[in-house]
């Protein structure tokens, strides 16, 4: 069993920045695709970003592109998310998921997921 646990969420002014933090149980990081992903009250979860394995290919959705990065590092089984000039859309609870031997192109689907985290709110004040 892989446990997920995220950290770095918290208030924010619109046009300011968080990063946020996934870290995973076991050995095996390297074997998970890993994404972010968001709900924001009364909305559906959606994807956000993702990375492959290895950290060689990412994907956004287009209402973050350019503003928010995904990134791993994999000695310290973690996953990040640098989220750069928010908006008070983007106010949501941020999950990070995992996908073993998973693609990045999958999760974008949110496909082939198999670990969640509990979540960490990002409030973004206008």
């Known amino acids: 069993q892989v446990q997920l646990v995220e950290s770095g969420g918290g208030l924010v002014q619109a046009g300011g920045s968080l990063r946020l933090s996934c870290a995973a149980s076991?050995?095996?990081?390297?074997?998970?695709?890993m994404g972010w992903f968001r709900q924001a009250p009364g909305k559906e979860r959606e994807f956000v970003a993702a990375i492959n394995r290895s950290g060689g290919s990412t994907y956004y959705t287009d209402s973050v592109k350019g503003r928010f990065t995904i990134s791993r590092d994999n000695a310290k089984n973690t996953v990040y998310l640098q989220m750069n000039s928010l908006k008070p859309e983007d106010t949501a609870v941020y999950y990070c998921?995992?996908?073993?031997w998973g693609s990045g192109s999958r999760l974008m689907k949110m496909d082939g997921i198999d670990y969640w985290g509990k979540g960490t709110l990002v409030t973004v004040s206008s």
């Open positions: 076991g050995r095996s990081f390297s074997s998970y695709a």
């Open positions: 998921a995992a996908a073993v």
